[in-house]
């Protein structure tokens, strides 16, 4: 066979994943049309969600609002919301596509150690956008808005008149943030699992870990320090975990590899 043939050979595999590439990116451009379309039908409601711990943080009996300076930033404000939630809805047609794609280029063993990295990716970052939700967001609300005042010797008061855009991109970067954190296992047993790191390295790398964390936080967070320590410490924590559930992972790994000569005999 000529080079001219084998160059010819080699296009045909490429052309059929690039062909099959372009089907799983429509399907999850298609779901996530659809997602579109229901969430923005239902996107006051979503965005009413949103605000609830803004309510807390000013407490009951209250009279607050949030306004928009212009026009057209409340329609903008539930395209954003709607855009937000229909990713969140389409996500598990999204990540079924992406394992449809990848799986058939993947071993057996492969598949199983890669699939619970596939599962525990949106739960991990439910529970970290649950937490920022519940916990961190009325809290730090409540910090803000700690700032109003009546007007006192000055004769001038300080009121919070938030915007919608502007509460909204607060809400959005808290979800995210603490979403995308929890994650943390996730990657760092992937990085392992492809001999990038080891628990050893992330052992020795422990202190350098907890001054990332605490960059981190102040980097994704609001300037308030107790938004900072509560994304900071569930990293720690997460990274701590991380070391364990590897350990795990390596026993079982020892384990195999004791079982597979014994039974080749």
Not at 1 to 27: F, G, Q, T, V, Y
């Amino acid at each position: 066979m000529s080079a001219d043939d084998d160059l010819d050979a080699s296009k045909a595999p490429l052309m059929d994943h690039l062909i099959e590439l372009r089907r799983r990116l429509l399907w999850s451009l298609a779901a996530l049309a659809v997602a579109f379309l229901i969430a923005f039908t239902q996107s006051q409601k979503i965005f009413d969600f949103l605000v609830q711990p803004l309510g807390q943080a000013f407490g009951p009996g209250t009279d607050h609002k949030l306004i928009y300076t212009k026009l057209y930033e409340a329609f903008f404000v539930n395209i954003k919301v709607s855009l937000f939630a229909a990713f969140c809805l389409a996500f598990p047609v999204i990540a079924s596509q992406l394992w449809a794609f990848v799986a058939p280029g993947l071993y057996k063993r492969e598949k199983r150690a890669f699939l619970p990295f596939m599962l525990a990716t949106p739960v991990l970052f439910t529970m970290g956008a649950a937490l920022a939700y519940y916990v961190v967001m009325p809290t730090a609300f409540r910090f803000f808005l700690s700032f109003q005042s009546g007007g006192g010797t000055s004769g001038v008061s300080q009121e919070a008149l938030p915007a919608m855009g502007d509460y909204l991109a607060l809400v959005m970067q808290f979800i995210i943030a603490f979403g995308v954190a929890f994650l943390l296992p996730v990657l760092l047993m992937l990085l392992e699992r492809a001999g990038i790191l080891t628990r050893a390295q992330l052992i020795a790398g422990r202190r350098y870990a907890i001054v990332g964390a605490f960059v981190i936080a102040a980097v994704l967070t609001p300037p308030d320090l107790w938004s900072q320590f509560a994304l900071a410490i569930p990293l720690i924590l997460l990274y701590e975990i991380s070391i364990i559930a590897i350990w795990f992972t390596e026993r079982k790994r020892a384990r195999e590899a004791v079982q597979i000569p014994a039974a080749a005999e």
